[in-house]
């Protein structure tokens, strides 16, 4: 007898589903095998291993030492035990040009989808053509640091937002199954999310995206670094860990979180 856990997993159909039905999709990044199993007994639907990891995890000060090989690894820990909810890992600072890479967080760490940042549209088409699923990712991109500065919100100026908007189509002609928008003015991820027939996840992007991300260890308050102002510590009012979870994801599937104070 086989007794191994039976697997349901959310598919693209399930999550665009739900967008078109005006349900809203809930994200946690997850980098580990324990954190993914209660992420997934809790009922997320998404989980995202990120390259956020460089940061909260391996202690750099930015995602950009993060390599392929680091992210394989996570992304397979964190597929092995869950059961349900859909994964998307990201592909870290210089591993897009080859598409051997995303075939690597498909095929050894067992990803459902791929996301990249940037309006990199031909590289997505490129991906999609050849059966690998891809998230874009556009507003605030942390590979860019050095190019911004300073992580801040994106989209503010008319011409900024107006970029951000073609980009947006842009990638979706280009194939993308998704898109997250990161730290950009609620209206402008508003007007995106309304515009567009792929699911819209936000962080740092309002109430009126198809769904929200945020990073595990921001919504734990256990990060190294300061938490940023869209995001909420969800320990505050919780007595576990799996309590501070499951508030997150009835929060926003009800639409009350990310309130104006953690928008923009
Ligand atoms: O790496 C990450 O955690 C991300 C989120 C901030 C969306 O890309």
């Given at each position: 007898?086989?007794?191994?856990?039976?697997?349901?997993?959310?598919?693209?159909?399930?999550?665009?589903?739900?967008?078109?039905?005006?349900?809203?999709?809930?994200?946690?990044?997850?980098?580990?095998?324990?954190?993914?199993?209660?992420?997934?007994?809790?009922?997320?639907?998404?989980?995202?291993?990120?390259?956020?990891?460089?940061?909260?995890?391996?202690?750099?000060?930015?995602?950009?030492?993060?390599?392929?090989?680091?992210?394989?690894?996570?992304?397979?820990?964190?597929?092995?035990?869950?059961?349900?909810?859909?994964?998307?890992?990201?592909?870290?600072?210089?591993?897009?040009?080859?598409?051997?890479?995303?075939?690597?967080?498909?095929?050894?760490?067992?990803?459902?989808?791929?996301?990249?940042?940037?309006?990199?549209?031909?590289?997505?088409?490129?991906?999609?053509?050849?059966?690998?699923?891809?998230?874009?990712?556009?507003?605030?991109?942390?590979?860019?640091?050095?190019?911004?500065?300073?992580?801040?919100?994106?989209?503010?100026?008319?011409?900024?937002?107006?970029?951000?908007?073609?980009?947006?189509?842009?990638?979706?002609?280009?194939?993308?199954?998704?898109?997250?928008?990161?730290?950009?003015?609620?209206?402008?991820?508003?007007?995106?999310s309304a515009q567009l027939s792929i699911p819209v996840i936000g962080i740092g992007a309002g109430v009126d995206c198809d769904g929200q991300v945020l990073v595990l260890y921001d919504m734990l308050d256990v990060g190294i670094d300061k938490r940023p102002r869209f995001s909420k510590n969800f320990m505050l009012q919780a007595a576990t860990i799996e309590a501070a979870i499951d508030a997150y994801h009835q929060a926003v599937k009800k639409a009350l979180f990310p309130s104006l104070e953690h928008s923009f």
């Open positions: 007898m086989n007794d191994k856990p039976i697997k349901t997993l959310l598919t693209v159909n399930d999550l665009a589903a739900m967008k078109e039905c005006g349900e809203k999709i809930t994200c946690l990044t997850a980098y580990d095998a324990s954190f993914s199993a209660l992420i997934d007994k809790v009922g997320i639907d998404m989980m995202l291993v990120g390259d956020s990891l460089g940061m909260v995890i391996q202690g750099c000060d930015t995602t950009l030492p993060v390599t392929i090989a680091d992210m394989v690894y996570h992304t397979r820990c964190v597929t092995k035990a869950r059961r349900r909810s859909f994964v998307i890992a990201d592909l870290p600072f210089m591993s897009y040009s080859t598409p051997a890479n995303a075939a690597k967080l498909m095929q050894r760490g067992g990803a459902q989808m791929v996301k990249l940042e940037g309006p990199r549209f031909e590289i997505v088409s490129f991906l999609v053509d050849q059966g690998i699923p891809v998230c874009g990712h556009l507003g605030l991109l942390p590979q860019m640091i050095n190019q911004l500065g300073t992580y801040k919100l994106q989209g503010k100026e008319p011409a900024e937002a107006k970029q951000i908007i073609a980009d947006a189509h842009l990638l979706q002609q280009a194939g993308a199954g998704m898109l997250v928008l990161e730290c950009v003015p609620a209206e402008l991820a508003k007007e995106i």
